[in-house]
């Protein structure tokens, strides 16, 4: 079972590697070829239609994995042809609805309403991708219930890889600025919708004749229930950017986000070894008990902070340097945010961690409670913190709202599940840490992507002191050295 988790997980890494090239590749490029503002309302349009595309779905995908399996083990009598067909062409029908909905919605606001001509237009063309992207959520959803993780990773690698070019062939060959990556997104979805089609028609998995309404209200009364969990999650990640478009202006919005999606990126690697924790603990769990599970989740939490804490404080020294020699000189209003945002989000990243006991043992409504308050949190310090602070408010907003979320799921975690942290070995990280940047600081590295080579610098330093002043991780070394 373990051996096919790694299997099942290293398929699942290969897009996500894709997209973590994609978004490092595109990153330099769209900061310095768009204005401030323009990469604000970038940020303003994805982080919307991050927040209604789960709207859009009414909860089908999750629906897609409950259910799958019954029907494949014949438990209930719904063919296979019957459950792809319900759930795919029901999530493209809700998905019609809902991007008219939408589009009506942004009709009756009004250019004014939602921060100029410019915006409105796009967030009337982008109302497309709440239809043509409504059945990759249950396609992708379905594939990942019948474990194949080698054909989804391929076909979701592949629309990564083509979305890039055609993303700065609509740009920069045909200067359509903006409205190109949309264009370019709406491209790629609708080529997706029509191979998945293409595919399940195929595989005779869609025969119109087998649709059953029964069958979708019983997922949509599954699902939908599971969509304000996600919407909870976004408020607090994304309701700053609504409050700083509305006291600040769009310009405000793009020093943000620059910010927020670079701290976003050193999140996403530090956390590729959590994609398989879940299931690992889970199996643990039933196997072997809650004393094995816990010094399973110890150990990969004791990993976790040896990697994070030198992560943050490198980055909170060197990180605006970094974000200046990507993103360019212009957003050099964005200085000074880093140290706020990469605490909170950094040490989020093992929220996987944080939460196992609430998993265990079906406490999950205790997650969406917590994520509430922390969004209702985030929402109502950025409201008395931006027109008093600016950007540093909403940084700080994110700080503490962050905070409260850990804060909150590890005192109920607790409860089922506990944590032990090594607090001797957290001190050793944090002085070969202070360590690294003390020696830094006295260092300087005048050529070009010296803004980068100073962190790697800092890496090779707070390894090599770790290596000194703790001895498990130089056993930790030997063990690893031998195989």
């Known amino acids: 079972m373990i051996r096919n988790l790694f299997k099942q997980t290293s398929w699942y890494s290969l897009p996500y590697f894709v997209l973590a090239a994609i978004g490092f590749a595109t990153f330099p490029v769209w900061t310095r070829h768009f204005t401030v503002k323009e990469y604000g309302m970038i940020s303003l349009i994805d982080i919307t239609l991050m927040f209604v595309a789960p709207l859009a779905r009414f909860g089908l995908p999750q629906a897609a994995v409950r259910f799958f399996s019954q029907c494949q083990s014949g438990n209930r009598s719904l063919s296979i042809s019957s459950f792809y067909t319900t759930l795919f062409l029901g999530a493209l029908v809700l998905g019609i609805i809902f991007a008219l909905v939408f589009f009506v919605v942004i009709l009756a606001l009004g250019p004014d309403r939602v921060g100029g001509q410019q915006i409105y237009a796009l967030f009337k063309l982008t109302s497309v991708l709440l239809f043509v992207g409504a059945g990759s959520g249950v396609f992708n959803s379905a594939l990942r219930a019948e474990q194949k993780a080698k054909f989804l990773a391929i076909v979701t690698s592949i629309s990564a890889t083509i979305s890039l070019p055609v993303a700065l062939v609509l740009v920069f060959g045909f200067l359509l600025g903006v409205k190109g990556i949309y264009i370019g997104s709406i491209f790629i979805q609708t080529s997706s919708l029509i191979f998945y089609i293409w595919f399940l028609r195929r595989q005779k998995r869609l025969v119109f004749s087998s649709f059953s309404f029964p069958f979708l209200f019983e997922a949509i009364r599954y699902g939908f229930p599971l969509v304000p969990a996600q919407l909870a999650n976004l408020i607090s990640n994304i309701g700053d950017r609504y409050i700083l478009q509305i006291f600040l202006g769009s310009q405000a919005v793009g020093y943000y986000a620059v910010s927020y999606g670079l701290t976003l990126h050193l999140k996403s690697l530090l956390t590729l070894m959590m994609t398989a924790v879940t299931p690992m603990y889970l199996d643990i769990w039933q196997k072997h008990g809650r004393e094995r599970t816990e010094k399973f989740l110890?150990?990969?939490?004791?990993?976790?902070?040896?990697?994070?804490?030198?992560?943050?404080?490198?980055?909170?020294?060197?990180?605006?340097?970094?974000?200046?020699?990507?993103?360019?000189?212009?957003?050099?209003?964005?200085?000074?945010?880093?140290?706020?945002?990469?605490?909170?989000?950094?040490?989020?990243?093992?929220?996987?961690?944080?939460?196992?006991?609430?998993?265990?043992?079906?406490?999950?409504?205790?997650?969406?409670?917590?994520?509430?308050?922390?969004?209702?949190?985030?929402?109502?310090?950025?409201?008395?913190?931006?027109?008093?602070?600016?950007?540093?408010?909403?940084?700080?907003?994110?700080?503490?709202?962050?905070?409260?979320?850990?804060?909150?799921?590890?005192?109920?975690?607790?409860?089922?599940?506990?944590?032990?942290?090594n607090y001797l070995a957290i001190g050793k990280y944090l002085l070969a840490s202070i360590m690294a940047v003390i020696f830094l600081r006295f260092i300087s590295i005048d050529v070009f992507l010296g803004a980068i080579i100073k962190p790697v610098i800092g890496v090779i330093i707070y390894s090599a002191a770790i290596l000194i002043i703790d001895n498990r991780t130089r056993k930790r070394l030997r063990i690893a050295l031998k195989f």
């Not at 990969?300 to 060197?318: G, H, N, Q, R, T």
């Not at 200046?324 to 000189?329: D, K, T």
């Not at 008093?388 to 408010?393: E, S």
């Open 298 to 421: 110890s150990s990969v939490m004791d990993y976790y902070l040896m990697l994070a804490i030198p992560a943050v404080i490198l980055f909170s020294f060197f990180g605006d340097d970094i974000l200046i020699l990507l993103a360019s000189s212009k957003y050099d209003g964005a200085r000074g945010l880093l140290p706020y945002l990469a605490a909170p989000i950094v040490l989020h990243g093992a929220i996987t961690i944080y939460t196992a006991g609430l998993y265990i043992h079906k406490k999950t409504s205790l997650i969406l409670y917590f994520t509430l308050g922390a969004g209702a949190l985030n929402l109502l310090l950025n409201l008395i913190f931006v027109p008093r602070m600016g950007l540093v408010g909403a940084a700080i907003t994110t700080l503490i709202s962050y905070i409260f979320l850990i804060v909150l799921a590890n005192i109920f975690s607790s409860k089922y599940i506990t944590i032990r942290l």
